[in-house]
Nanobody
C-alpha cells in the first residue's frame, strides 16, 4: 500500500490548510486512516483517525479547529485557526485491519509527510 500526502505549506497564524492523503496499491478498503504530526525535536503524535464506517476521532487539543473527512481510501484533514504550535510534518498512516488506534506502531503503511509551517 502506498500512501501520499499533499497540501502542506506556509500559512500565517489564524489561517487554514487542507491536507489530503491518497492511497494506492491495494484493492480492499483500508480500515483506519490516521493523521499524525511530528514537530522538530519531538516525538510523533496522533492527531486524528477515520474509519470506513464513518467513525471520526480527533485529538482533544485540536478538535475545535481540525476536521477529518474520508471518502473510501482518501482522507483529508481540514485545519483552521492554525497556530505556530501546529507547525510540524504531518503524516498519513493506514492499516488494513483492526480498530482505530492512536498508536503509530499499529499502522504499517505511511506516507513521507507534508510540512506545515505556521508563521507570520
Amino acid at each position: 500500500v502506498l500512501v501520499a500526502e499533499s497540501g502542506g505549506g506556509l500559512v500565517e497564524p489564524g489561517g487554514s490548510l487542507r491536507l489530503s492523503c491518497t492511497t494506492s496499491g491495494h484493492s480492499s478498503t483500508l480500515k483506519s486512516m490516521a493523521w499524525f504530526r511530528q514537530a522538530s525535536g519531538k516525538e510523533r503524535e496522533y492527531v486524528s483517525v477515520a474509519t470506513p464506517g464513518g467513525g471520526r476521532i480527533i485529538k482533544l487539543s485540536v478538535k475545535d479547529r481540525f476536521t477529518i473527512s474520508r471518502d473510501n481510501n482518501t482522507v483529508w484533514l481540514q485545519m483552521n485557526s492554525l497556530e505556530p504550535e501546529d507547525t510540524a510534518r504531518y503524516f498519513c498512516a493506514a492499516r488494513l485491519a483492526g480498530p482505530p488506534t492512536p498508536n503509530p506502531d499499529d499502522y504499517p503503511f505511511w506516507g513521507r509527510g507534508t510540512q506545515v509551517t505556521v508563521s507570520a
